[in-house]
């Protein structure tokens, strides 16, 4: 347990705010953790499944998409506190093994992440496969943690800044996920073909949005809308007043006394609003409410 908290980021010396580490360590005395390996093909990849053993199992799965800097303290921290909530969480890897995502290497240097990136986005098809393989690895577990996850419930997904635009691509790819949340994503606009029609079935959609996210262009909001309307999609979309880009990451607190113009900042607000959202729709969507 203790190297699952250090992991996670829920050391003492942990950044953010301290009611997500308290809760997380309250809520899961037994929170373990696993690496699991699989590939994108030739890429090698490596994700890692939370759980609490001191909670009833098998367990629906929610996998975390990670921002642009790859799955580092800030996701695996996330992925604990679902754990926290009874699921099984996995941290999705997009990067692959040769990237270094953590610290002491870590996070990946910005021009590896534009370069990264730009290639998987120049290519739906590329960029759809290896974010289907997290959810393939999911399906896939190797035969120690089968018992972890409930095979039988659809998982869900969610993501943050680049990981919300992936889980949106996951919807719009079919990939038999159950619900998808996007946590100040951008772009919203599909980088391939359109959500098709679900016919007011599907996965349900969730779009966490900053009304002052710079990086979301101009009608990505009204278009998001459209496609979802078009395609009959079970979806919402929640606009946090005075919310820049980044709203749920703690590095950010305070961003703009440093900087007045700076595009990014925690809120508070939007931070748990989205995240006491995310709660609700995911007991929903396993029958736990």
């Given at each position: 347990?203790?190297?699952?908290?250090?992991?996670?980021g829920l050391g003492p010396d942990a950044p953010g705010p301290a009611w997500r580490l308290e809760a997380a360590r309250a809520a899961a005395p037994g929170l373990q953790w696993a690496a699991v390996p699989y590939a994108d093909g030739d890429v090698?990849?490596?994700?890692?499944?939370?759980?609490?053993?001191?909670?009833?199992g098998p367990r629906p799965a929610v996998l975390v998409f990670p921002d642009w800097d790859g799955t580092n303290e800030f996701e695996l921290q996330q992925a604990a506190r679902l754990a926290a909530e009874g699921y099984a969480a996995f941290n999705a890897d997009v990067y692959g093994d040769g990237v270094p995502q953590r610290p002491p290497e870590g996070p990946v240097p910005i021009p590896e992440r534009v370069a990264q990136i730009g290639a998987l986005r120049a290519d739906p098809e590329v960029y759809r496969r290896r974010l289907l393989a997290s959810v393939e690895a999911l399906a896939a577990l190797p035969p120690n943690l089968t018992d972890v996850v409930d095979s039988a419930a659809p998982p869900a997904a969610l993501g943050f800044c680049f990981g919300g635009t992936s889980v949106l691509e996951l919807a719009r790819a079919e990939a038999g996920l159950s619900a998808v949340m996007s946590f100040h994503g951008a772009p919203l606009a599909p980088v391939g073909a359109p959500m098709p029609p679900q016919g007011g079935a599907g996965p349900y959609v969730v779009v966490y949005n900053g009304a002052e996210d710079a990086s979301v262009p101009p009608g990505d909001l009204a278009g998001f809308a459209a496609e979802m309307s078009n395609a009959s999609a079970r979806w919402e979309l929640h606009d946090f007043y005075g919310a820049r880009h980044a709203?749920?990451?703690?590095?950010?607190?305070?961003?703009?006394?440093?900087?007045?113009?700076?595009?990014?900042?925690?809120?508070?607000?939007?931070?748990?609003?989205?995240?006491?959202?995310?709660?609700?729709?995911?007991?929903?969507?396993?029958?736990?409410?």
């Open positions: 347990e203790e190297g699952a908290e250090e992991a996670a090698p990849l490596t994700g890692f499944l939370w759980w609490d053993s001191a909670a009833p709203f749920t990451e703690p590095a950010f607190i305070n961003a703009s006394l440093a900087n007045p113009q700076s595009p990014v900042e925690y809120s508070e607000h939007a931070d748990r609003r989205s995240w006491e959202s995310t709660l609700g729709l995911l007991a929903l969507n396993f029958g736990r409410a």
